[in-house]
Nanobody, 123 residues
Framework: VQLQASGGGLVQAGGSLTLSCTASRRTFSNNAVGWFRQAPGKERKFVASISWSGGRTTYVDSVTGRFTISRDNAKNTVYLQMNSLKFEDTAVYYC?????????????????WGQGTQVTVSS
């Protein structure tokens, strides 16, 4: 599975962005998909994940209520809607497909990674 993340950019604090993650070469409709982020000089951290069907989602506490992960398996695409963005959300955001169908927060469960898209929030 090859993943392509897009939709990043520069936004003011309080603004919104929607990231997209599209799979090519083969579908990821049987896999859970997650979003991670990595700020400069810091380790990559979990943000959100969604089950294969879209029926279950899980988020890191710092984005709960502000970010929404969703998927359209017909389009082979997973989205991350980010609202009320804060300066501390600034990072490179990566999407990844898990080895299994269920939501997980463990980075070691994710096998296939996209190239990352930069999100910069100005204060």
């Amino acid at each position: 599975v090859q993943l392509q993340a897009s939709g990043g950019g520069l936004v003011q604090a309080g603004g919104s962005l929607t990231l997209s993650c599209t799979a090519s070469r083969r579908t990821f409709s049987n896999n859970a998909v997650g979003w991670f982020r990595q700020a400069p000089g810091k380790e990559r951290k979990f943000v959100a994940s969604i089950s294969w069907s879209g029926g279950r989602t899980t988020y890191v506490d710092s984005v709960t209520g502000r970010f929404t992960i969703s998927r359209d398996n017909a389009k082979n695409t997973v989205y991350l809607q980010m609202n009320s963005l804060k300066f501390e959300d600034t990072a490179v955001y990566y999407c990844a497909a898990a080895r299994g169908p269920y939501t997980t927060r463990e980075i070691s469960d994710f096998l296939y990674w996209g190239q990352g898209t930069q999100v910069t929030v100005s204060s």
